[in-house]
């Protein structure tokens, strides 16, 4: 439970910093923070994303399988940005405005993601070393 709860955090965290990034580059995704209850509004908006990427993301990259082959993976950024549109457009913490923000949005969430979550999160046969 804590490790999900680590995760959701770091998720959080790094759709924060994504919105920051993107919105000083004008990409057309602002973060929607002001207040403590703003932070709750972004913890739900991120486990929204989750759901939505773990629920639905899976069905669209299954069924682009063949799309996805021919286009060496690249489609898959696509349906990320896709559902990164969507739960965006709600305003549950972050907003995006159009798809340049989604697209660079969930490419800045993965990156964000990989990096604190190999900083932060330690897999359960590292601590059996």
Known sequence: MKILLLKWAVMALAVAISAI???QL?????LLVSTPGDVISLFIGVAILSLVNATLGKVLKFITAPLNCLTLGIFSLIINA???AAVGSMKFGFEVTNFMGAFVGSIFVSIANG?????????KDEDND
């Open 21 to 23: 990034i993107a919105s």
């Open 26 to 30: 004008n990409l057309g995704l602002k």
């Open 82 to 84: 896709i559902l990164f």
């Open 115 to 123: 990096i604190l979550g190999g900083i932060l999160i330690k897999d």
